[in-house]
């Protein structure tokens, strides 16, 4: 079964600081893949998506996410996070499985931005 | 309107009532989906429908009863639910399954007592 692993469960950051979520995930073919980013008490939100093309991902905010197909990551970047970035943020990837296209998430990583 | 609504965003119930939960859409998309959210885990795939067919059932029990009435509508009839399933049940709706892009509703917080 496809998998997502995001290593990093809760990351703290003061503002300023610079920001990368890690993003692995398992299957070996061709992929979607997306950045969603839950604020509190409000609903997921797309961040960035990659379906194909330049690696390199520009979203919402100032986030940036890079597809490297040999290392099987997608990586989410930020080089100066703001108090308003505190939220979780979840990677998904969409992939074949049992015969039809479906997308699994990772488990989250909450990121904490101390002003 | 980029919205997906869903109603009610609080529900208690408890384990031999019976009801459901809404979802609505404008955006003219044809794949709707129920995921449910446990505290502090990732959203799990519950069901997906394209073209108001059901197209996929992750196996859920079928206590849980899904319906999509038309393209802009999606149910989630509950009945003799058990606490452990009590969670954020989410919906979301995409231009076409395989998750284009998902837009994602504000969630149904539901506790079964």
């Known amino acids: 079964a496809q998998s997502v692993s995001q290593h990093n469960h809760h990351v703290i950051l003061s503002e300023a600081a610079s920001l990368e979520l890690g993003c692995n995930y398992s299957?070996?073919?061709?992929?979607?893949l997306f950045w969603y980013v839950q604020y509190p008490g409000q609903h997921l939100q797309l961040l960035l998506k990659?379906?194909?093309?330049?690696?390199l991902v520009k979203g919402i905010k100032g986030f940036e996410a890079e597809f490297i197909k040999s290392k099987f990551s997608f990586n989410l970047r930020k080089p100066s996070v703001q108090w308003s970035d505190t939220a979780e943020y979840f990677c998904?990837?969409?992939?074949?499985?049992?015969?039809?296209?479906?997308?699994?998430f990772g488990t989250g990583t909450k990121l904490q931005v101390i002003p | 309107d980029t919205e997906v609504t869903q109603t009610p965003k609080h529900l208690v119930m408890g384990m031999t009532n019976k009801k459901s939960l809404k979802c609505e859409q404008h955006?003219?998309?044809?794949?709707m989906y129920w995921y449910k959210q446990k505290a502090k885990k990732p959203p799990e795939l519950m069901f997906v429908?394209?073209?108001?067919?059901?197209?996929i059932n992750e196996s859920v029990p079928s206590r849980f009863s899904p319906e999509c009435p038309n393209s802009s509508l999606l149910n989630l009839h509950l009945h003799a639910l058990q606490p452990e399933d009590s969670a954020l049940y989410l919906c979301?709706?995409?231009?076409?399954?395989?998750?284009?892009?998902?837009?994602f509703g504000q969630g149904t917080r539901l506790t079964v007592v």
């Open positions: 979301a709706s995409s231009q076409q399954q395989g998750f284009t892009e998902a837009f």
């Open positions: 299957y070996g073919g061709t992929v979607n």
């Open positions: 990659y379906f194909s093309g330049d690696p």
């Open positions: 998904a990837v969409n992939a074949p499985s049992g015969g039809y296209q479906k997308v699994t």
């Open positions: 955006m003219g998309h044809r794949a």
């Open positions: 429908y394209s073209y108001e067919k059901l197209s």
